[in-house]
């Protein structure tokens, strides 16, 4: 799982790298409007804000998981053969700007049901001053549809990154217990819509 979490971490730098220049320029423009004393135009946000209480977010992500064999046993081969991809959705309420719940759901397998698996979690999460950086932790249960239908708890870590106050980027991995079948990894990397 380490090895996945470290490949995602590096798309998503590639990604930030890539596009956050822009995406800041763009939104500073849109959102400029208050003047300030000598005439020039201030952004009406401040980069402290772009994480709130009383905030949602919609997630698109890819997703890939690994079992408990190939992490325990982690090779560059086994993650390459072993790894199955897919892409999911998610929803997340934050009530503070630390404290939210979060509701996803995704699939790997195109020929078995449409949805794999679904979970809730708490989250906690640390944003840091203005950097647009907030490491998170997560903890729940859910239930998986493919194959074996079991139920199942979970918890992970991962960071976000904001661009702008409503988009950024996300990164995480979770451990995953199910009742009835072996412990398996699942890392996920995609957008976060914020509202």
């Known amino acids: ?24 320029a763009q939104d500073t423009n849109s959102s400029s409007g208050a003047s300030s004393v000598s005439g020039t135009e201030t952004a009406s946000y401040d980069r402290g804000e772009l994480f709130r209480a009383n905030e949602l977010s919609v997630d698109a992500f890819g997703s890939g998981s690994l079992g408990k064999y ?45 949805v794999d698996s679904a979970s809730a979690n708490l989250i906690l999460r640390l944003p840091l001053c203005k950097t647009g950086f907030a490491p998170y932790v997560f903890g729940g249960g859910g239930f998986h549809f493919d194959q074996i239908r079991t139920q199942f708890a979970q ?26 079948t072996p412990d398996y990894g699942v890392a996920r990397l995609g957008l976060r819509f914020v509202f």
């Open 70 to 114: 190939s992490i325990d046993h982690l090779t560059g081969s086994r993650v390459r053969h072993d790894t199955q991809l897919g892409g999911g959705l998610g929803i997340n309420y934050f009530f503070t700007r630390y404290i939210g719940i979060g509701a996803d759901a995704y699939s790997e397998n195109t020929t078995g049901s449409v």
């Open 1 to 24: 799982m380490k090895s996945i979490h470290s490949l995602a971490l590096i798309i998503t730098a590639g990604a930030i790298l890539a596009t956050g220049t822009s995406l800041r």
């Open 155 to 180: 918890a992970g870590v991962g960071m976000e990154y904001r661009f702008c106050q409503h988009m950024g980027v996300f990164v995480d991995a979770r451990g995953i217990l199910p009742d009835h």
